[in-house]
């Protein structure tokens, strides 16, 4: 267990819809990444925030947002939901950015857009 | 920006011999390289990471060496052992314009099986 939460573990939904992905740090980790993991693409970037504010930003579509709130909790929204935006979600966190800091993952959300 | 790429895709040793993985980069000013272990179902979780100061890393069965002239690094797995079987990712880290630390690139994977 990374300490890094992640709701929910499972979602389904239809496309058009919107749904927001929670993430929860490892207490004391104030930067927070967001990746999404599909077959094809493999583990791709998307956003990372510290300490309440966006870092860095990857590949990630106009349709998503993120945010990362005072608590240090992030949550992803996806709207527009596409077929292709099936895959794991996945939340991470460090105690800063840069790599003297390990990243930790979180268990993902599986998105499975019908 | 950054491309890695991440060879063979699939690969599948007899328990007890070795496991070579190879990457390459594309963006000279990356300085950071870990790889990830991803068991079927799980997060990621990091093995090992090598900086660009140094060509070579060990820790136990496992070992990084990068070569930045060429621009690749590999994982290397020796005495492997079922519990080794696992998909795992290489990744590299960007310099943005300026020197800040940039993003984390990550190859497409190698699922590795290790056969008893």
């Known amino acids: 267990d990374s300490g890094v939460t992640q709701t929910p573990k499972h979602l389904i939904t239809a496309t058009g819809q919107r749904v927001t992905l929670r993430c929860s740090p490892r207490?004391?980790?104030?930067?927070v990444y967001w990746y999404q993991q599909s077959l094809d693409q493999g583990l791709q970037f998307l956003i990372q925030?510290?300490?309440?504010?966006?870092?860095a930003k990857g590949n990630i579509l106009e349709r998503f947002s993120a945010q990362q709130f005072p608590d240090l909790h992030s949550e992803l929204n996806l709207s527009s939901l596409e077929l292709g935006d099936s895959a794991l979600y996945f939340c991470?966190?460090?105690?800063?950015?840069?790599?003297?800091?390990?990243?930790?993952f979180g268990p993902g959300t599986r998105l499975t857009v019908t | 920006g950054e491309n890695v790429e991440q060879h063979p895709s699939t690969l599948s040793v007899q328990e007890g011999d070795s496991a070579v993985i190879k990457c390459t980069y594309s963006?000279?000013?990356?300085?950071?390289f870990p790889w990830y272990k991803q068991e079927l179902g799980k997060r990621p979780q990091l093995i090992i990471d090598?900086?660009?100061?140094?060509g070579e890393k060990k820790d136990q069965r496992i070992a990084v060496t990068l070569n930045k002239t060429a621009k690749h690094f590999s994982l290397h797995i020796t005495e492997t052992q079922p519990e080794d079987s696992a998909v795992y990712f290489c990744?590299?880290?960007?310099?943005?314009?300026?020197?800040?630390?940039?993003?984390?690139?990550f190859g497409k994977g190698t699922k590795l099986s290790v056969k008893p």
């Open positions: 991470a966190s460090s105690v800063a950015p840069g790599d003297l800091y390990e990243q930790y």
């Open positions: 207490s004391g980790d104030l930067s």
């Open positions: 925030y510290y300490n309440g504010e966006e870092r």
């Open positions: 963006d000279s000013a990356s300085n950071y």
């Open positions: 090598i900086r660009s100061n140094v």
């Open positions: 990744a590299a880290r960007t310099v943005n314009y300026g020197g800040s630390q940039g993003n984390l690139i």
